[in-house]
């Protein structure tokens, strides 16, 4: 895998010891790693504040590469890089020619969701880029002539947390190395396999150059990080993107997580959204669709205690969500990730919460990606209760309407900090109140020790098994709160509502 360490000087081995310890591989099999070095005494290097349209030069070496000694600049001819001690010549990939135009499409796809360039021939037309030698042969010793192991897959010098605009890293892309990635990302070689091992391998080597530290597990619940490029683990495979979630960083399994390099924790996402910008993704909306209730005359199809919905995306659907009349009434995560990636699709079932009016129905199902994007399914119009429906809103939720036969909420317009008597009245479908405060507020959750958890003015405060954001106070008190599943008794505790109590701290 990437196989790596960030401290100066530092190299970690890998050693076959540690690789039986991971699953679904074959027997004796030895890991790769990236490594990112720091070279001591290095200048530093040519750093950008912001890289809106920056380009990535990946190059094949064709016909070889010459490389000069010194601080990395992709642009410079010779190419110079903090990794050779001499002038040397880097072999072409000839042993990925027939994948090729994949792993370039493969690295656009995981760049996409960002305003960077990623190309294959050299960007002649731009006078800052960085890059990606991505050479070798049929050697099992593709970093020899770098002065590396013959473990080493990749490798770049830099400095941890700075942006070099015009970085240098390598892929090693012999034979022997691609197909131990490609072990790691499916557990077979495949062509397929082949093209998300190299792909990974440059993903993570040109995220370095751009300060980026490897990840180990999510903080939310202490997941592995084995669908980031940024790891080292290799627990699922399939096609790996820079994941919108926070995780404490590390490298293998057998030493835990560490502190990252720029912070407590690295949202992989975010860091490269903040230094390029937005961008397009390449990969579409995850899709969504209701296998049960099935889509018939509406007399014929009461609602049910559950649904059950297929959902799926090429980079993985984060969460489902069920709609019922316009409004989110149930949510789920998405499915784990597995030796070959997630399922595509996935199965959910979101239970229809008891407390739902009779009513006539419309169900959707909305299914996210982790950069939310969104795919919708067809609606499927269902009865709970009586075949008409609804007569008035006083059988409804609090809050609601009662029109056609159907029990519905307005659409929230309550934003963060707004006061609210209900929480459906809420963008974020939470009400929130403190008995220090007053009127409920519109808020939200939130994830404690992350800077910026919270918007300006509120402070993400700690309680039953969650967090959300409240206002800052000087005093001790407590608070309650509401959430979708809770329509008609925003401040109650018991059966399914959802209770908050907080004991603030004191300043």
């Known amino acids: 895998m990437l196989r790596a360490a ?147 897959g990749g490798i770049v010098s830099g ?11 390598f892929a090693f892309a012999d ?44 903080i939310d619940d202490k997941s592995s990080a084995c669908n980031d490029p940024m790891t080292y683990r290799f627990e699922c495979g399939g096609q790996k993107f820079f994941r919108n979630r926070f995780a404490a960083c590390g490298e293998f399994k057998e030493q835990g997580p560490r502190p990252c390099q720029c912070g407590a924790n690295q949202n992989s996402h975010l860091k490269l959204l903040n230094i390029f910008g937005p961008g397009t993704s390449l990969i579409p909306a995850p899709t969504a669709t209701i296998t049960t209730p099935a889509a018939s005359s509406q007399a014929a199809n009461s609602l049910g205690t559950a649904v059950v919905a297929n959902a799926g995306s090429e980079r993985g659907v984060n969460r489902v969500e069920l709609y019922l009349n316009g409004y989110k009434w149930a949510e789920t995560k998405g499915a784990p990730f597995g030796r070959n990636g997630q399922p595509n699709p996935s199965s959910y079932q979101l239970l229809i919460p008891a407390d739902l009016p009779d009513s006539i129905v419309d169900v959707q199902i909305k299914a996210y990606d982790d950069v939310d994007l969104v795919g919708e399914s067809p609606i499927v119009t269902v009865v709970k209760g009586a075949a008409g429906g609804c007569q008035s809103a006083d059988t409804c939720a609090a809050g ?18 707004d006061s609210c008597t209900f929480p459906q009245f809420c963008f974020s479908g939470l009400c929130s109140n403190s008995v220090f405060q007053g009127d409920a507020i519109c808020t939200q959750t939130c994830v404690e020790g992350i800077a910026d958890a919270c918007p300006a003015g509120l402070e993400c405060v700690a309680g039953n098994g969650t967090a959300i954001c409240l206002p800052a106070e000087d005093e001790g008190g407590c608070c309650s709160t509401s959430d979708q599943r809770t329509p008609w008794a925003p401040f109650l505790l018991g059966g399914i509502v959802l209770g908050f109590v907080v004991i603030r701290r004191k300043k």
């Open 175 to 218: 034979n022997d190395n691609v197909n131990t990635f490609a072990l790691e990302v499916s557990g077979v070689i495949t062509p397929e396999s082949r093209v998300l091992g190299i792909c990974w391998i440059i993903a993570q080597e040109s995220a370095h150059t751009f300060g980026l530290d490897h990840e180990f597990e999510y």
């Open 159 to 169: 400095f941890p947390c700075q942006v070099d605009a015009r970085g240098v890293g």
């Open 400 to 417: 609601q309407k009662c029109e056609a036969g159907k029990c519905f909420w307005d659409p929230p317009a309550g934003e963060l900090g």
């Open 6 to 152: 960030v401290a100066a000087g530092l190299i970690c081995l890998l050693t076959p010891t540690l690789a039986s310890a991971e699953k679904g591989l074959p027997d004796g099999f030895t890991p790769r790693r990236i490594e990112f070095r720091q070279k001591e005494g290095s200048p530093k290097p040519h750093g950008r504040a912001a890289l809106t349209g920056h380009t990535i030069w990946l190059n094949r070496c064709v016909g070889g590469c010459m490389l000069n000694p010194g601080t990395d600049d992709m642009t410079a001819t010779p190419i110079v890089s903090g990794i050779p001690n001499s002038p040397t010549m880097r072999g072409e990939a000839t042993d990925i020619a027939d994948i090729w135009p994949e792993v370039v499409q493969c690295v656009k796809e995981v760049y996409s969701p960002f305003a960077v360039n990623v190309v294959e021939d050299e960007p002649t037309d731009q006078a800052i880029y960085s890059g990606i030698i991505v050479g070798g042969n049929n050697s099992a010793k593709a970093g020899a002539a770098l002065g590396l192991p013959p473990d080493v």
